[in-house]
């Protein structure tokens, strides 16, 4: 059961859309609809901001959204703003009743 | 509202054993699972597993198998992480979290472990 593999890092200028990827296997992403994406300023606890691979919880903006294709996943943020500046997440419930993070991606507003 | 407070920091020696607690609040404590998460400095979240208070229903990521255990106290709605020898490497910021299936929907402030002799 290995990480989910992420871009290390993505970067945007403000208002652009940035999409990160979320690479997972037919044991986790791609077998289930469980995966949700997180978002972490230094310091601080994550924030859950996608679930179930398209829903976000009340209060998280409607610029952040999700997608999966086959054995990846993938979340956009658009209409870039300074605060979205953080490192993200995803995750995903595998075959082994477990869950599994991605490996992280910085984002950096430019 | 839906609340997890954890224990606070603390700093250990290698060889010694170590419980922190994870203590929940505005949910029903022993109808939800309890995630543990690792962050060592500068890496990213790793899922240790998680507890079901319920029934006791355990379940551990590969790494942590042995390594950890995980258990609760229902009549305090206070979950725990246990380890009984620190190691140097186990030098990290631990989160606990209420996990859904998809998802860990609320977190704790996170508790910094530190071990070093």
């Known amino acids: 059961q290995s990480a989910l593999t992420q871009p290390a890092s993505v970067s945007g200028s403000p208002g652009q859309s940035i999409t990160i990827s979320c690479a997972g296997t037919s044991n986790d992403v791609g077998a289930y609809n469980y995966v949700s994406w997180y978002q972490q300023h230094p310091g601080k606890a994550p924030v859950l901001m996608i679930y179930?691979?398209?829903n976000r919880p009340s209060g998280v903006s409607n610029r952040f959204s999700g997608s999966t294709s086959g054995n990846t996943a993938s979340l956009t943020i658009s209409g870039l703003q300074a605060e979205d500046e953080a490192d993200y997440y995803c995750g995903s419930y595998t075959n082994w009743r477990t869950y599994v993070f991605g490996t992280g991606t910085k984002v950096t507003v430019l | 509202e839906v609340q997890l407070v954890q224990s606070g920091a603390e700093v250990k020696k290698p060889g010694e054993s170590l419980k922190i607690s994870c203590k929940g609040s505005?949910?029903?404590?022993?109808?939800?699972?309890i995630a543990w998460v690792r962050q060592m400095p500068g890496k990213g979240l790793e899922w240790m597993g998680s507890?079901?208070?319920?029934?006791?229903?355990?379940r551990y990521g590969p790494s942590f198998q042995g390594q950890v255990t995980l258990s609760a106290d229902k009549s305090l709605n206070t979950a725990y992480l246990e380890w009984s020898s620190l190691k140097a490497s186990d030098t990290a910021v631990y989160y606990c979290?209420?996990?859904?299936?998809?998802?860990?929907?609320?977190w704790g402030q996170g508790t910094l472990v530190t071990v070093s002799s």
């Open positions: 179930d691979v398209t």
């Open positions: 507890f079901f208070p319920g029934d006791s229903d355990t």
């Open positions: 979290g209420k996990w859904v299936a998809g998802s860990v929907d609320y």
């Open positions: 505005g949910f029903t404590f022993t109808s939800s699972w």
